[in-house]
């Protein structure tokens, strides 16, 4: 049996959806899926449509619901909502389930995850593949990060949840807040990346997004050549990480591979996507000014940022 977390909100509950089809759709072993999602962040309806993907494919999904209150008093991030906090609370919440896997669910999964499930990974208690930001110098110092392994990417991550329960996460993230709530830029990926040492290096394959191929390989880059090529021609799990979704009309690559599985999601969420894919003709331009901007920042020194950064968190704490 693998064990598979998703959190979605009503914002992302068809999108979702497709992530799920796609996982049922190639893996071969029974799969438990555990719906969870924030008090009034998604509704009954949607729960009810997405559980019965589950009972399409005759597989197991547990709905399990948190509090408003375990999140009111983390700092709020508007395009990734309170929902992306549950992924820390997976330890407790599932008191009965010792690994599994979290998915976003800005994903499609491409091939099982029986190898993913089953790594290795030491004593570490998280896994994760890591991220583009792990070669921006001045987030990592103003987020207290200083680490010698890279900065991961939390949208796909295998977790040992066993050893997990052993800290007293609540207090450390509370601890953490207090110095760094106006320095988080990417809600709980910055906080696992702290507050979590050792964190086991996944192969890109498992996390494939738009840094990959929309970036210039003479910015700094946390995977080798090696790494990228294996990653883009066989993806496990590829990430629509950033603006560029297909469902927004954005023209990326493996869009064609999501759109795939929206056909073969119920009607009632297929009909609604099916709708916006005729505008699906854009190329993602705009997204590609922004991974250029990244990687030019990327590549300066960071006390040439700062007053960069300094500006940003002040327009953050006027806008909070």
């Given amino acids: 049996m693998i064990n598979i ?12 959806a497709v992530a799920i089809t796609s996982l049922f759709e ?8 555990y719906l969870v999602y924030l008090e009034g962040a998604l509704t009954e309806s949607n729960r009810s449509k997405l559980s019965d993907i589950a009972d399409k494919y005759q597989s197991h999904m547990q ?40 998915l976003d669910c800005d994903i499609i999964v491409e091939e ?21 930001h792990s070669k921006n110098f001045y987030h990592l110092q103003s987020i207290g990060f200083n680490h010698p392994r ?8 295998l977790m040992n949840l066993k050893p997990l329960r052993q800290y007293d996460m609540q207090k450390d993230i509370e601890d ?66 950033g603006k560029g979704k297909p469902w927004q009309g954005i023209r990326v690559r493996f869009a064609e591979r999501w759109w795939h599985y929206v ?21 993602s331009k705009t997204n590609r000014f922004r991974f250029y901007k990244e990687g030019l920042r990327n590549s300066v020194p960071s006390w040439l940022l700062k007053p960069y950064y300094k500006t940003r968190l002040c327009l953050w704490a006027k806008m909070n």
Avoid at 26 to 33: A, E, H, K, L, S
Avoid at 87 to 99: A, E, G, M, Q, Y
Avoid at 113 to 125: A, E, F, K, M, V
């Fill in 63 to 102: 709905i399990v619901c948190i509090k408003k209150e375990f999140v009111q008093n983390f700092p709020f991030i508007s395009h990734l909502g309170f929902s992306t906090y549950l992924r820390l609370f997976l330890s407790w919440t599932l008191p009965n389930v010792d690994r599994i896997i979290y």
């Fill in 263 to 283: 056909e073969l999601t119920p009607p009632a969420i297929k009909d609604s996507f099916m709708m916006l894919r005729g505008q699906s003709l854009k190329p």
């Fill in 112 to 132: 099982p995850l029986d190898t993913l499930y089953n790594i290795n990974i030491g004593s570490c208690c998280l896994a994760a593949v890591a991220d583009y």
């Fill in 5 to 16: 977390a998703i959190a979605p909100d009503d914002n992302y509950a068809k999108v979702a």
């Fill in 176 to 241: 953490y807040l207090k110095y760094h709530r106006q320095d988080i830029c990417f809600a709980d990926q910055d906080i696992i990346n702290v507050l979590f040492p050792n964190i086991f290096i996944l192969h890109p394959r498992y996390n494939v997004n738009m840094f990959m191929w929309q970036v210039p390989a003479i910015f700094p880059l946390p995977w080798n050549k090696k790494e990228k090529k294996e990653a883009l021609e066989n993806p496990v799990i590829i990430h629509f990480l």
């Fill in 150 to 157: 890279p900065y991961v990417n939390a949208g796909v991550l």
């Fill in 26 to 33: 190639n893996q071969n072993d029974d799969i438990c899926i």
